[in-house]
């Protein structure tokens, strides 16, 4: 994610709006990568190659929420967390002064045709917010003044003021046409002293799962923290994209910025001072348990990142996440750094060395897979190589790996990648023979599909390019 919309390949040093990078730009699950490799196909739309049964499509399933399990970290890894999220920005600009809204918080959504999946999805995330953070929230007229405006609009708009960008949260604006014609430096953060009015502006043309990414995430970020630390696991405030909605750390790191003992001005020592009683009695049991101290993160290892996930030739994203794998070699890491440069080096080396990519998505495996934490990137990881395992027909081991991470997948409300594990494992339970249970998993997966992917077109060439890869 970079930090500058108008200037997203060079942040300043005072950047004015927080964007969210497009999950397509590094990619949910760059199968196309794979396709490279499976048989060639005719020359037909990848719709006309999808099975017969999704001319038709079920209705788009959505998921009903869960139990969020509880923040297992210790009060002090915390308190570390807090800080180094609530005073700095993600290009390392610090932030002299803690900054939150004061007061009752408003919201409105605007825009010229608002997409009908933002209504239950806002909703339900600000009902969690006010159980889980203690943030009440109250949505009020489209017309009248807010604290928080969320505006949605053409994703080409957005892209042409701030590109390879999927949603902004802007301070002291209220709408598109203001930040269009805001300067910087009243755009910037660390000109804020309190917050009392912003505006996310949001794409109202992608798909659903899309659209409520950017609510957690943009309204997270409106709300509290700014920086993004690639260290934390199971976090939003982190660049890697793996986590599609807030978590319990988030809810908590969100309740300790709203904690009374707290409020805007307050210097880094000041509020440190004041994070160990508020943690122990927002968070007991932090005081039962200890959590290792995570090294800093080098600058070098987060620009090889960044490089690797971005939208250049694969060589050279390629060659960038070989030197993150390497400054983490270096580093002794075995931590979500490690894994996620296993991860990204395993992904750029599908299209051109095959037995690269087996080991290194084996060794992000095997990272992920160690700490529970990280199921829900070990699910991301699986997914490569259930799709690698079909395309070299090893029908049995495409089924068993997809199969293992659906829960997970589930679990982290990813329809995107549920939809894609669950046509993975059908694609390989046809190949098997098992045709009656390919096609009941294959029907039931479509409904998760339309949340994740939306359109039906692109519902059926993701069902086509799947299909695609087994021999």
Same mark, same amino acid.
């Given at each position: 994610?970079?930090?500058?919309p108008? %200037?997203?390949?060079?942040?300043? #040093?005072?950047?004015?709006?927080?964007?969210?990078?497009?999950? /397509?730009?590094?990619?949910?699950l760059?199968?196309s990568?794979?396709a @490279?490799c499976a048989?060639?196909?005719?020359?037909?739309?990848?719709?006309a #190659?999808?099975?017969?049964?999704?001319?038709?499509?079920p209705?788009?399933?959505?998921?009903?929420?869960?139990?969020?399990?509880?923040?297992? *970290?210790?009060? @002090?890894?915390?308190?570390?967390?807090?800080?180094?999220?609530?005073?700095?920005?993600?290009n390392?600009?610090?932030?002299?002064?803690?900054? *939150? !809204?004061?007061?009752?918080?408003?919201?409105?959504?605007?825009?010229a045709?608002?997409? =009908?999946?933002?209504?239950?999805?806002?909703?339900?995330?600000?009902?969690?917010?006010?159980?889980?953070?203690?943030?009440?929230?109250? #949505?009020?007229s489209?017309?009248?003044? %807010?604290?928080?405006? =969320?505006?949605?609009?053409?994703?080409?708009e957005?892209?042409?003021?701030?590109p390879?960008?999927?949603?902004?949260?802007?301070?002291?604006?209220?709408?598109?046409?203001?930040f269009?014609?805001?300067? *910087?430096?009243?755009?910037?953060w660390?000109?804020?002293?309190?917050?009392?009015?912003?505006?996310? !502006?949001?794409?109202?043309?992608?798909?659903?799962?899309?659209?409520?990414?950017?609510?957690?995430e943009?309204?997270a970020?409106?709300?509290?923290?700014l920086?993004?630390?690639y260290?934390?696991?199971?976090?939003?405030?982190?660049?890697?994209? &793996?986590?599609?909605?807030?978590?319990?750390?988030?809810?908590?790191m969100?309740?300790?910025?709203?904690?009374?003992?707290?409020?805007?001005?307050?210097?880094?020592?000041?509020?440190?001072?004041?994070?160990?009683? &508020?943690?122990?009695?927002?968070?007991?049991?932090?005081?039962?348990?200890q959590?290792? =101290?995570?090294?800093?993160?080098?600058r070098?290892?987060?620009?090889?990142?960044i490089?690797?996930?971005?939208?250049?030739? &694969?060589?050279?994203?390629? /060659?960038?996440?070989?030197?993150?794998?390497?400054?983490?070699?270096?580093?002794?890491?075995?931590?979500?750094?490690a894994?996620?440069?296993?991860?990204?080096?395993?992904?750029?080396a599908?299209?051109?060395?095959?037995?690269?990519?087996?080991?290194?998505?084996?060794?992000?495996?095997?990272?992920?897979?160690?700490?529970?934490e990280?199921?829900?990137?070990?699910?991301?990881?699986?997914?490569?190589?259930?799709?690698? %395992?079909?395309?070299?027909g090893?029908?049995?081991?495409?089924?068993? =790996?997809?199969?293992r991470?659906?829960?997970?997948?589930?679990?982290?409300?990813?329809?995107?990648?549920?939809?894609?594990?669950?046509?993975?494992?059908?694609?390989?339970?046809?190949?098997?023979?098992?045709?009656?249970d390919?096609?009941?998993? *294959?029907?039931?997966s479509?409904?998760?599909? #339309?949340?994740? !992917?939306?359109?039906? @077109?692109?519902?059926?060439?993701? %069902?086509?390019?799947?299909?695609?890869?087994?021999?």
């Amino acid at each position: 994610m970079t930090t500058d919309p108008l %200037a997203a390949s060079a942040p300043p #040093r005072t950047a004015p709006a927080k964007p969210r990078v497009f999950r /397509s730009a590094f990619g949910l699950l760059s199968l196309s990568l794979l396709a @490279a490799c499976a048989t060639a196909l005719p020359d037909q739309p990848p719709s006309a #190659r999808a099975p017969a049964m999704m001319l038709d499509l079920p209705p788009m399933k959505v998921f009903s929420g869960s139990t969020p399990r509880q923040t297992a *970290r210790s009060n @002090a890894s915390l308190a570390r967390d807090f800080l180094d999220l609530s005073f700095a920005l993600e290009n390392g600009t610090p932030l002299v002064q803690m900054t *939150r !809204f004061e007061g009752p918080i408003t919201l409105r959504v605007t825009g010229a045709r608002p997409p =009908i999946s933002l209504g239950p999805d806002l909703t339900a995330l600000l009902r969690r917010l006010d159980q889980e953070a203690g943030v009440k929230i109250t #949505r009020v007229s489209a017309n009248g003044p %807010a604290s928080i405006t =969320i505006e949605t609009l053409p994703h080409g708009e957005l892209a042409r003021r701030a590109p390879n960008t999927a949603c902004i949260v802007a301070p002291n604006v209220s709408d598109w046409t203001e930040f269009k014609r805001a300067r *910087r430096q009243n755009l910037s953060w660390t000109q804020v002293d309190t917050r009392t009015r912003l505006a996310i !502006f949001i794409p109202d043309d992608v798909a659903p799962q899309e659209i409520r990414d950017c609510l957690h995430e943009e309204l997270a970020q409106a709300l509290g923290p700014l920086n993004d630390l690639y260290r934390l696991a199971d976090s939003v405030y982190n660049d890697d994209n &793996i986590h599609s909605v807030l978590t319990p750390f988030d809810m908590l790191m969100l309740k300790v910025t709203y904690a009374p003992e707290l409020h805007s001005g307050m210097t880094r020592a000041e509020v440190a001072a004041r994070l160990p009683a &508020i943690l122990k009695r927002l968070h007991p049991v932090g005081e039962t348990v200890q959590t290792p =101290i995570q090294s800093p993160t080098p600058r070098a290892w987060t620009d090889h990142v960044i490089d690797a996930m971005s939208a250049g030739p &694969i060589p050279a994203r390629k /060659s960038a996440a070989e030197s993150a794998v390497a400054i983490a070699r270096a580093q002794g890491w075995d931590d979500t750094r490690a894994g996620f440069s296993w991860f990204l080096l395993g992904r750029l080396a599908l299209s051109s060395d095959r037995a690269l990519a087996h080991s290194a998505l084996a060794q992000a495996a095997k990272i992920y897979g160690a700490h529970p934490e990280t199921r829900f990137h070990a699910a991301h990881v699986a997914m490569q190589l259930s799709a690698l %395992a079909l395309a070299e027909g090893q029908d049995q081991a495409a089924y068993e =790996i997809a199969a293992r991470a659906i829960p997970a997948a589930t679990e982290a409300e990813n329809a995107a990648l549920l939809a894609s594990l669950m046509l993975t494992e059908a694609e390989a339970l046809d190949a098997m023979g098992r045709s009656g249970d390919a096609r009941a998993l *294959r029907l039931d997966s479509l409904g998760w599909a #339309r949340y994740g !992917f939306g359109s039906d @077109a692109m519902v059926r060439a993701r %069902a086509a390019e799947i299909a695609a890869l087994a021999p």
